[in-house]
């Protein structure tokens, strides 16, 4: 079964810290690998963290928030020390593209590689990305800004083949295909046989989605809705509830509550104040409504 992973190579939020840096995260799949987000420092983290930045293609930016795009300039700028070719894609509030090319051309003369803005609407959900091997689809979140959630979802995959039964009605190789994909087959005496005894079921896509950073709503929970991985920011605590309101960002048990309703399989929180040295009273707080949650930190992998 092919897994997924998540490095997070930033946890806090606008103000790092010692422990946590400004957010960003990369997902590998099928020797592909996507960051989201690329907060000030990221390059630094990048080679920290051993990230193979040569698959690294596709980079998705949730909001124009500094702390969520400063390091892109640098990340690009060290991409190109480093003898890279393959052209990188931005993903992006159609803005970005305007604010960003000057300060490229002024300290980035002579890429060795293209860089090209794929614009999307930020208020609406659409899909911004596909593969043959999945998909990626924005949605709208709640903040002080236009800001972004991010869905990957591997496509649909094939039936299983059960290699005794093809035997078995002597099935061509030619039909192989077709019936992985669904169709029934017919023997030279006519007689059809379904698809279900020939195949078992697939195996089920991955998905992860990434919320961050939003102020707790409950309009983006059919987009969320059981995924294997939710990130979803947890930048207070509940007795912090007021300042979570002011800056349009969530608390611990908001998050949890999110994970929840939707179902999730699994959730991460990140994206902490600077206030909490230790993320341990956000995870106690949101276990406390969805057990199945951990933490994030620089450089912690997980697997789903």
């Given at each position: 079964m092919?897994?997924?992973?998540?490095?997070?190579?930033?946890?806090?939020?606008a103000v790092?810290?010692?422990k946590?840096?400004?957010?960003s995260?990369?997902?590998?799949?099928?020797?592909k690998?996507?960051?989201i987000?690329?907060?000030e420092?990221?390059?630094?983290?990048?080679?920290?963290?051993g990230?193979?930045?040569?698959?690294l293609?596709?980079i998705?930016?949730?909001?124009?928030?500094?702390?969520?795009?400063?390091?892109?300039?640098?990340?690009?700028?060290?991409?190109d020390?480093?003898?890279r070719?393959?052209?990188?894609y931005?993903?992006?509030h159609?803005?970005?593209e305007?604010?960003?090319?000057?300060?490229?051309?002024?300290?980035?003369?002579?890429?060795s590689?293209?860089?090209?803005?794929?614009?999307?609407?930020?208020g609406?959900?659409?899909?911004?990305?596909?593969?043959?091997?999945?998909?990626?689809r924005?949605?709208?979140?709640?903040?002080?800004?236009?800001?972004?959630?991010?869905l990957f979802?591997?496509?649909?995959?094939?039936?299983?083949?059960?290699?005794?039964?093809?035997?078995?009605?002597?099935?061509?190789?030619?039909?192989?295909?077709?019936?992985k994909?669904?169709?029934?087959?017919?023997t030279?005496?006519?007689?059809?046989?379904?698809?279900y005894?020939?195949?078992?079921a697939?195996?089920?896509?991955k998905s992860?989605?990434y919320?961050?950073?939003?102020?707790?709503?409950?309009?983006?929970?059919?987009?969320?809705?059981?995924?294997?991985?939710?990130?979803?920011?947890a930048t207070?605590?509940?007795?912090?509830?007021?300042?979570?309101?002011k800056?349009?960002?969530?608390?611990?048990?908001q998050?949890?509550?999110?994970a929840?309703?939707?179902?999730?399989?699994?959730?991460?929180?990140?994206?902490?104040?600077?206030?909490y040295?230790?993320p341990?009273e956000?995870?106690?707080?949101?276990?406390?409504?969805f057990?199945?949650?951990?933490?994030?930190?620089?450089?912690?992998?997980?697997?789903?």
């Open positions: 092919e897994k997924v992973q998540l490095q997070i190579l930033g946890a806090g939020s790092p810290t010692k946590f840096s400004h957010p995260q990369v997902l590998s799949l099928r020797e690998v996507f960051m987000d690329c907060g420092g990221t390059q630094h983290q990048v080679r920290r963290f990230v193979r930045v040569s698959r293609n596709h998705f930016i949730s909001h124009l928030h500094g702390d969520h795009c400063f390091g892109l300039v640098g990340l690009l700028s060290t991409l020390t480093q003898g070719t393959g052209d990188v931005i993903h992006s159609p803005e970005l305007a604010l960003l090319r000057p300060m490229i051309a002024f300290f980035c003369k002579g890429l590689f293209n860089i090209y803005f794929e614009p999307f609407s930020p609406v959900s659409e899909e911004i990305y596909s593969d043959r091997s999945l998909s990626v924005s949605f709208p979140l709640k903040h002080s800004v236009k800001s972004s959630g991010f979802k591997e496509h649909e995959k094939e039936r299983h083949i059960k290699p005794e039964l093809i035997k078995y009605f002597n099935v061509p190789v030619a039909q192989i295909p077709l019936i994909r669904g169709a029934d087959f017919t030279e005496d006519g007689e059809v046989i379904p698809n005894q020939l195949t078992s697939p195996t089920p896509p992860y989605a919320c961050s950073d939003t102020a707790y709503t409950e309009k983006f929970l059919d987009h969320i809705a059981g995924v294997d991985c939710l990130f979803h920011e207070f605590v509940q007795k912090d509830l007021p300042a979570a309101k800056t349009m960002h969530s608390t611990a048990l998050a949890a509550t999110i929840k309703m939707a179902g999730v399989k699994q959730l991460i929180i990140g994206h902490y104040s600077a206030r040295d230790d341990a956000l995870l106690a707080e949101a276990k406390s409504i057990e199945p949650t951990d933490f994030a930190a620089d450089g912690k992998l997980f697997t789903f």
